[in-house]
């Protein structure tokens, strides 16, 4: 406003300014000695057109401006408006669900007196809590029955705690039986038997647990032969029965950490008892003697012998008893695995994941690097994109190392780092989908590169493939006859050029038959018809014409020489 007042003020003083100037021409004009061409009417309705055009101007701005002021009004009137109405349906919402939420709370709390008024009896050792009716959330215990007679923790003797309600197992009834019996064998061939229901049963084997007598002593049964007696040091990935073996190892680990993490500090100690825990440790010993012949490289952060190892530290409860550098050198071997991050914080290995990731950079593995600095939350420390580039660079560093010669095995080599860079940029792809940093690296550069690589893989693969030879086809128009695959045929016509043509009218395959020329049939056969003599009188003379009727004129006969 106030530049505006100040452009007004010198329109206004514009007559006085041309009036000053009207005197000071004046003057000149007096005083000059020679006529000047210039008028001074002319100058005057040059300065008053000017004046008239800047003030024409002025009022479109002023226009334009009470315009604009008047749109931003409305406009601040209908957000006004709007965050009303937004307002008030959120308060509505929240005294809904406030609703919801009391009559919920009243219902559980109903549900929980009637429980806790109902009498409750202690089982007798060797029979199982029944089952409650009220619900299937997690089971606990408490250690209301726990003394010096009773060292191994078994549930024979300890309570189920009322507030946290019993199990239930949906799908599998089976699983109560085989804990009940602590059967770790038959555990191992049922979970073995169920692996595409993998899912389900990691859901419902820590409620299973609960039916056995001791759960902690079942999964340290089922843990032998995780190393064959025979042969130690035998490569599980060679060996599929191996192998799955040790992965259920893994799984009941987890299941029963999953049953642990629900218990009360008492409970807890009721289950993991002391000689439990020897137990363990001396599994745990025997073991880590064979984790030193692994390669970090080899392992490429996905070795189930060291997650095996670390999975029993931390679901026992047993890692104070190890070092803590020795652990740290296994983490980079399951850095792959998607448990990596849970499982180092159980371990408390969390104050030390800064120097894990720079170890697992410096080792070329970028993708486990981010994974776990998204895990820790050090992405500030550790930027996402810089890892993922440098991963990238690496990657296509070592497919254009490896383009030698034109040899086989060098195309071989070729094709090999061809497809690793293809690798890595579907992997770099995932991550930043995982993680949703398609705003601070786009992903598609990356996928016009895939494309890019695929192509010349079809490509060179076309042009590698042999190509079939054509027949050649002989010359001149030859008669269109299916080949006859039986070329034995005695009633068949060979061409010019090899091919059989088979007669119109083939001999009767009974004709030939051996019993009809015996004497016996000789004798019977009728006599033959005596033969028929035909004469043959020549045909008239046509004259001299040509057998499409056209007549020619003959030459005469050649003359008789004696």
């Known amino acids: ?21 009207q005197k000071a021409f004046a003057e000149l004009e007096s005083q000059r000695a020679v006529t000047l061409n210039l008028k001074w009417k002319e100058l005057e309705e040059h300065f008053h057109g000017l004046e008239r055009s800047l003030k024409r101007r002025f009022h479109e701005l002023e226009d334009q401006e009470k315009e604009y002021e008047t749109k931003t009004r409305k ?34 709390n109903s549900a929980l007196d009637k429980y806790n008024n109902a009498p409750i009896s202690k089982p007798s050792v060797g029979e199982r809590w029944p089952q409650n009716p009220v619900g299937d959330s997690s089971n606990a215990f408490s250690t209301d029955s726990i003394t010096d007679d009773n060292p191994d923790g078994t549930v ?20 109560l039986k085989l804990c009940g019996d602590m059967d770790s064998t038959g555990l191992h061939k049922f979970v073995s038997d169920n692996r595409k229901n993998l899912a389900s049963l990691k859901e419902e084997i820590p409620m299973a647990f609960r039916a056995a007598a001791n759960p902690a002593s079942l999964v340290l049964d089922s843990l032998e032969g995780f190393y064959p007696m025979e042969a130690p040091t035998a490569d599980g990935k060679k060996d599929a029965n191996l192998l799955g073996m040790r992965r259920t190892c893994i799984m009941l680990m987890e299941c029963l950490s999953i049953l642990l993490s629900g218990l009360d500090p008492n409970s807890l100690a009721a289950v993991l008892s002391q000689n439990v825990k020897r137990r363990a440790k001396s599994i745990a010993e025997g073991w880590n003697p ?20 670390l999975q029993l530290l931390a679901t026992f409860a047993i890692v104070g008893d190890f070092k803590e550098d020795e652990l740290l050198k296994l983490i980079p071997m399951v850095s792959r695995r998607r448990q990596a991050a849970e499982l180092c914080r159980s371990l408390g290995l969390a104050g030390k994941m800064p120097g894990v990731i ?6 070329g593995k970028q993708i486990d690097a981010v994974n776990l600095a998204f895990a820790f939350e050090l992405t500030e420390q550790f930027s996402p994109v810089s890892l993922l580039k440098s991963y990238l660079t690496e990657a ?7 383009r030698p010669g034109n040899a086989s095995p060098a195309v071989q080599a070729s094709d090999e780092f061809n497809e690793r ?55 001149g128009a030859q008669p269109r006859v299916p080949d006859n695959n039986n070329n034995n045929n005695n009633n068949n016509i060979k061409t010019g050029y090899g091919r059989v043509i088979p007669e119109r009218y083939p001999q009767y395959v009974y ?29 008239p003379a046509h004259g001299n014409f040509y057998g499409n009727c056209y007549q020619y004129q003959a030459p005469p006969p050649p003359a008789y020489f004696h």
Request: hydrophobic letters at 35%.
């Open 1 to 21: 406003m106030e530049d505006t007042r100040s452009v007004a003020s010198l329109m206004d003083s514009t007559s006085s300014k041309i009036q000053q100037l």
């Open 75 to 108: 406009a601040q009137e209908l957000l006004e408006k709007k965050k009303a109405a937004v307002e008030a349906k959120e308060k509505a919402s929240l005294e809904r669900l406030q609703k919801k939420r009391d009559a919920a709370m009243f219902t559980i």
């Open 156 to 175: 024979h003797d300890v309570q189920i705690s009322p507030v946290m309600g019993n199990f239930e197992v949906k799908a599998y009834p089976q699983l």
């Open 290 to 309: 064979l984790l030193e012949s692994l390669d970090m490289d080899a392992c490429n952060g996905n070795s189930l012998e060291a997650h095996a190892f």
């Open 358 to 363: 720079e170890v697992l950079v410096n080792s």
């Open 396 to 402: 296509r560093r070592s497919s254009t190392q490896g």
């Open 421 to 475: 860079e293809l690798t890595g940029l579907k992997t770099v792809i995932k991550c930043i989908e995982e993680h949703n940093l398609e705003e601070q690296y786009p992903a598609e550069p990356l996928h016009k590169r895939i494309l890019q690589l695929e192509k010349a893989k079809a490509d060179k693969k076309r042009a590698t493939e042999p190509t079939k030879p054509q027949p050649k086809r002989p010359r």
């Open 511 to 539: 004709d030939n038959r051996p019993f009809l020329s015996g004497p016996i049939m000789a004798a019977q056969a009728p006599p033959p018809p005596p033969p028929q003599t035909y004469t043959f009188s020549p045909a």
